[in-house]
């Protein structure tokens, strides 16, 4: 008996359900049922048969909370174990992959880093300037087709060909915005191009 006060007063401060303070709960309400039993049957009140229900409800909800922490605890210690062990499949992979050199200097990627590649702030700017190259080859077909309409087809293609000299300029611009850091700046320029047109 008195080891397991001792184990009833260490579970108190002791996170999470344990089996000692689970039975201590379950034969506090077994005991607080049956009081409450003898006094209806000693004085016929309505009263106890109310504090029972609730006394019941209360039981089954501490015991259905205690089962749903131990759920949690299990899946938690499961999820830290598969972490654990990925983490030592990662390691012995980069052990081995740091062996083969050969495949690492040719460029090659493993089938692992295939799947995770994440693109670059460099593969955004080289996004960025093939749209800008398709802009570009767009207004200079616009200007070839309006310069073969006569004298006002020139001049039309000369206002295109000062177009494409800006396109040029801010793409430049565009591109030194990217390298500084300066990503915002994209938006607005090409929101100026398309009011240029």
């Known amino acids: 008996m008195a080891s397991f006060v001792e184990n009833l007063w260490s579970a108190v401060f002791t996170p999470g359900p344990t089996p000692t303070l689970l039975v201590a709960t379950n034969v506090t309400f077994a005991a607080l049922q049956f009081l409450l039993l003898a006094l209806l049957i000693a004085t016929y009140s309505i009263h106890f048969v109310i504090l029972s229900v609730l006394c019941g409800g209360l039981w089954w909800s501490v015991n259905w909370f205690a089962s749903e922490l131990q759920a949690a605890q299990l899946k938690e210690e499961e999820a830290e174990r598969l972490r654990k062990q990925k983490k030592e499949v990662d390691r012995k992979e980069g052990v081995e992959s740091a062996g083969s050199g050969a495949d690492d200097e040719a460029g090659e990627d493993t089938e692992t880093e295939e799947h995770t590649r994440v693109p670059t702030r460099d593969a955004k700017i080289q996004q960025t300037t093939g749209k800008t190259e398709r802009l570009r080859s767009d207004i200079m077909d616009a200007v070839k087709v309006s310069g073969s309409g006569g004298k006002s087809g020139s001049g039309a293609a000369a206002s ?3 177009a494409g ?3 040029g300029t801010k793409q430049r611009n565009v591109q030194a915005g990217d390298r500084n850091g300066d990503i915002s700046s994209i938006d607005s320029e ?7 047109r």
């Open 165 to 167: 000299e800006r396109l």
């Open 190 to 196: 090409w929101e100026k191009i398309e009011d240029e």
């Open 160 to 162: 295109g060909a000062q």
